[in-house]
């Protein structure tokens, strides 16, 4: 079982480029999270979406742009990126329903803004 | 708005010693509550979540937590530690007044295991 599969595992990029983070799920999961995690700061929420064609603003979403074209694909998109943007960043995806379902989170991506 | 404290960004132990981590939430409504486990270059593991079924929840590898209402408290223990429960350990709630579970991460604690 594959699960959640991020793509790339690491990037490095420069100020002012832009670049795609791809999230593949293969769980039949009808929600989908991007989430940010830096030192002593936790998790926190960027976007996420409650279904095809959805998507919706989370707790830090500036920066950042989403599509959920396909089900189990998930797209972050950086379109000029800042050095404030460097992070870890997890996908992560649930079953619908109530808001106790468990999220399943991928391995990460390592990104660094030069 | 939702909130989650972790006391103490780091918790050293001995191997064998109690496992204590602490989490205090804030909500106007008893939220759902969830405990998830990070390895080096990993991402989160789900260990445990209390759904109001049972004040006392059991997890996976030997953890449990119990939900206190009244200390507005969901802390993680585990009886005896071991070298493998090094790891990062985040409290995370969800609204259940929500249809969805966006959650609210508090900001984690290092498990550290000495011999």
């Known amino acids: 079982n594959a699960g959640v599969t991020q793509t790339p595992k690491f990037r490095v990029l420069k100020t002012g480029q832009s670049m795609t983070l791809l999230c593949a799920q293969d769980m039949n999961h009808e929600y989908m999270y991007w989430y940010r995690q830096d030192p002593g700061m936790g998790l926190r929420l960027i976007h996420y979406s409650v279904g095809e064609g959805t998507t919706a603003k989370g707790e830090v979403p500036d920066g950042y742009n989403v599509s959920r074209l396909k089900k189990q694909n998930f797209l972050l998109g950086l379109e000029s990126a800042a050095p404030s943007q460097t992070s870890v960043y997890f996908c992560a995806s649930s079953y619908p329903g109530t808001a106790n379902q468990p999220q399943h989170f991928g391995d990460g991506t390592r990104l660094s803004i030069l | 708005a939702q909130s989650v404290t972790q006391l103490g960004s780091h918790v050293s132990v001995s191997e064998g010693a109690l496992v204590l981590l602490r989490c205090n939430y804030s909500?106007?409504?008893?939220?759902?509550l969830f405990w998830y486990v990070q390895y080096p270059n990993q991402g989160l593991q789900l260990l445990l979540k209390y759904t109001s079924a049972a004040t006392l929840v059991k997890g996976i590898n030997g953890f449990e937590a119990e939900f206190k209402k009244s200390e507005t408290s969901f802390h993680l223990t585990k009886p005896s530690a071991h070298m493998s429960d090094a790891a990062e350990y985040f409290c995370?709630?969800?609204?259940?007044?929500?249809?969805?579970?966006?959650?609210?991460f508090g900001k984690g604690t290092m498990l550290l295991v000495s011999p």
């Open positions: 995370a709630v969800s609204d259940r007044r929500s249809g969805y579970s966006t959650l609210t």
């Open positions: 909500s106007s409504v008893p939220p759902y």
